[in-house]
Nanobody, 120 residues
């Protein structure tokens, strides 16, 4: 059974930093794209940043220059370094990974979510 386990959320003042981690565990063949999403109260879940298996990254405009996504393929882990945090970054953050669990099956998996709260 494949699982994504997140860690690293919390409460921080505006201008501060947090680092989120998300580790994949279980039996699987490979992981392709990984990403971070967030959902603020009363809003839909939106993508924040993505990273391909080869390390190509993409960001939404509002976090460019402040957030950095990275991955350690040996540890099956994706990270989100968040600097210069703003109150509008407050949300539940979810990681996602496209995982090949068998030679013929590929599925998107989601973490349980971690709360990030930025106070002004």
């Amino acid at each position: 059974q494949v699982q994504l386990v997140e860690s690293g959320g919390g409460l921080v003042q505006a201008g501060g930093s947090l680092r989120l981690s998300c580790a994949a565990s279980g039996n699987f063949v490979s992981i392709s794209a990984m990403g971070w999403y967030r959902q603020a109260p009363g809003k839909q879940r939106d993508v924040v940043a993505t990273i391909s298996s080869g390390g190509f990254t993409g960001y939404i405009d509002s976090v460019k220059g402040r957030f950095t996504i990275s991955r350690d393929n040996a540890k099956n882990t994706v990270y989100l370094q968040m600097n210069s945090l703003k109150p509008e970054d407050t949300a539940v953050y979810y990681c996602s990974a496209n995982i090949q669990s068998t030679p013929t099956r590929r599925t998107d998996y989601w973490g349980q979510g971690t709360q990030v709260t930025v106070s002004s």
